[in-house]
């Protein structure tokens, strides 16, 4: 059974940075495609970033040029570098995997992500 933990959430001030990580464990994860979205409150969870097995990425307009995913397939772990932070950007954070290769708009759908963290909260404080 996949299981994803998310870690590295806080409260930080605007302009500042977190990084956060989620783990994976429970499977062989080089070939998943890997994904990050986030839930405010009273609204619908979104994308931020994904991540295929071969390192193509792609990234919400939102957050384009300041957020990077990464990940180390050895360690079955995916990051997102979060930096020049924002009010807005808070949110519960939550990490995603898909067994094989998203590609293009398919990246951005959460519907199909087969497994999911229980969350983080990103909390940034004006």
């Known amino acids: 059974q996949v299981q994803l933990v998310e870690s590295g959430g806080g409260l930080v001030q605007a302009g500042g940075s977190l990084r956060l990580s989620c783990a994976a464990s429970?499977?062989?994860?080089?070939?998943?495609?890997r994904g990050w979205f986030r839930q405010a409150p009273g609204k619908e969870r979104e994308f931020v970033a994904a991540?295929?097995?071969?390192?193509?990425?792609r990234y919400a307009d939102s957050v384009k040029g300041r957020f990077t995913i990464a990940r180390d397939n050895a360690k079955s772990t995916v990051y997102l570098q979060m930096n020049s932070l924002k009010p807005e950007d808070t949110a519960v954070y939550y990490c995603?995997?898909?067994?094989?290769?998203?590609?293009?708009?398919?990246?951005?759908?959460?519907?199909?992500?087969?497994?999911w963290g229980q969350g983080t909260q990103v909390t940034v404080s004006s």
């Open positions: 995603a995997a898909y067994a094989g290769t998203l590609y293009g708009n398919h990246l951005t759908l959460k519907e199909l992500y087969d497994s």
């Open positions: 429970g499977g062989t994860f080089s070939g998943y495609t």
């Open positions: 991540i295929t097995w071969n390192g193509n990425n």
